[in-house]
């Protein structure tokens, strides 16, 4: 009989007492910042919130951590798990793009809710609401402007008359276009004589080669010197742009006998 108690005795204890004790959280403490607090540029702004999560407590075995990231405009992402087995600290982040035409300014927040998926002596764990504000830039069409080059080839001429001379020019519009634009465009001559008026459409900006001749010299006329000038304009009224002139393209002209 004295060994039949002295084992349930025995047993007793061993159930007040287990083995082994299970891990106890005593503490979560998480923390969260916004990168950057406040957003001023053209949008949609990308805000990076990064954050750590410090457990503490007696580690006897694996915890189970839970994270997520709760908003201010009410959404909440999705529930992240990771596993520890001593104290320590987790560094996690998420990110947030928001702006545009139809949100060119908001004030919000992002809050980081931790805690461990099992009860073991510690619910949850919320930072501090790190806050965040957008403003975002109006954006500013390019001012639409047009320009013109004018060069001409050769120079300076020494041959047999009558010389040609080319003239090669560029019609250069820059900024924003936002429509198709006609541009009138001619040739002013050193002369007095004026070529025909010419017609450029233009979609989208860039630089539109044009070019033209003049044949002269001889007998009555053995040497010159002279230029043509490139002269464009909108055929419609654009954003106040008018009349403009390329630089004279000068040249000179000799007349070598045959």
């Not at 545009?100 to 930072?127: D, E």
């Not at 003049?214 to 009349?243: A, F, M, N, V």
Request: glycine share 10%; with cysteine; proline share 10%.
């Amino acid at each position: 009989m004295n060994h039949k108690l002295a084992f349930a005795a025995f047993a007793a204890v061993c159930l007040a007492f287990p083995a082994s004790a299970e891990s106890t959280v005593t503490n979560v403490v998480s923390t969260l910042t916004a990168a950057p607090p406040a957003f001023s540029g053209a949008c949609p702004a990308r805000i990076t919130f990064t954050g750590d999560i410090t457990v503490q407590g007696r580690f006897d075995g694996p915890v189970e951590m839970a994270y997520t990231f709760l908003r201010s405009d009410g959404a909440t992402a999705p529930i992240t798990y990771y596993t520890i087995t001593a104290p320590g600290t987790r560094t996690v982040s998420t990110t947030w793009t928001l702006g545009g035409p139809g949100l060119p300014s908001y004030s919000g927040w992002q809050q980081l809710k931790a805690w461990p998926t099992r009860h073991l002596g510690f619910g949850y764990s919320f930072s501090p609401k790190a806050e965040f504000r957008v403003a975002c830039a109006t954006a500013t069409p390019p001012r639409l402007d047009i320009g013109s080059t004018l060069y001409a080839v050769p120079r300076a001429y020494n041959d047999r008359c009558p010389g040609v001379i080319t003239f090669k020019g560029e019609i250069i519009v820059a900024g924003a276009v936002p429509a198709p634009m006609e541009i009138a465009y001619t040739f002013l001559r050193s002369d007095n004589a004026t070529g025909p008026v010419k017609y450029l459409t233009v979609t989208h900006p860039g630089n539109y080669p044009v070019e033209t001749t003049w044949t002269l010299g001889g007998p009555g006329l053995p040497r010159y010197t002279g230029w043509e000038q490139l002269k464009i304009w909108p055929t419609h009224h654009d954003g106040g742009i008018g009349t403009s002139f390329s630089p004279k393209a000068d040249f000179r002209l000799m007349c070598r006998p045959g």
